[in-house]
């Protein structure tokens, strides 16, 4: 009985010790794992104290009608889980870092993969914007994400300075900044698909550079023509100015634009050119 007196002293006051300082130093440390892994040791170190208290009440409490089996289950079940805490707690550090990039990785895929119908859009409409011919699916670009989702924002980007900043007389006045993202996604997508869709030769490119047989850039004297008799209009939110804000702008946008017209003709044309290239 002694030797249980001190040894479950010795293992409570550890345990407390041990809960205050994880705490404490993980109100000072600025790396976020560092302190939800010394946040997490704290809790499994209370859990731990609870087994501590239950075994006390074995001791002492025994001659005085205290039945252990009661809380047997409950005591080791707060041991095993404290520990399990204790080791998930110390090792994060190691871990969560690896944990955070893959989230990142698939924020980032998930978000390359939704710029998809806008960019492909304006892809059929100028060829010139892109590096190299369009992938028939996103699905396998997995490698060198960041890179790639840095072109296809870049690309819109250069698409719509390439479309002009013409509005169709059909569509009503531009929202104002008080509106909601929403509501000026859903404008600006539609303005873009209007001005697709009224372009020269919409839908009719017959080759991988857009011309349509007659010298000109699908159906028109060439880009300059159609870039100077309008002012660019921005596509990105006013007053985002970093990387992250543009592309949850054009995400916005690309998800407004897939509900369009014009984006169900490209992803037509899209379907159809798999069937072609697969009878080749």
Known sequence: MAYQVVHLTAFALGKAVVAKACWFYARLTEDVWVRRGLRTAAVGAC?????????????????????PSAWANATRTCLTVGLALNTIGWTAPLWGSRVQAVR???????????????????????????LQPAARSDLFALWDLRFRLHRRVIEIRDGCLALGGQVSPGLPSAPGPERSVEERARWEAARMAAALAERPGHGGTNGHD???GRGGTNGRGGMEDRVTDASPVSVMNQGDLDFSADVRWLVQVSRAFASTPAARACSWAQRRAKRRLTEL
Do not use: K, M
């Not at 009440?57 to 025994?62: E, I, K, M, S, Y």
């Open 210 to 212: 857009g011309t349509n």
């Open 47 to 67: 859990l731990d104290l609870v087994y501590a208290l239950g075994r006390f009440a074995d001791v002492f409490l025994v001659h005085r009608g205290w039945d």
């Open 104 to 130: 990142a990785w698939w924020a980032d895929y998930r978000r390359y993969r939704r710029l998809r119908p806008l960019w492909y859009a304006l892809y059929r409409a100028h060829p010139e914007i892109s």
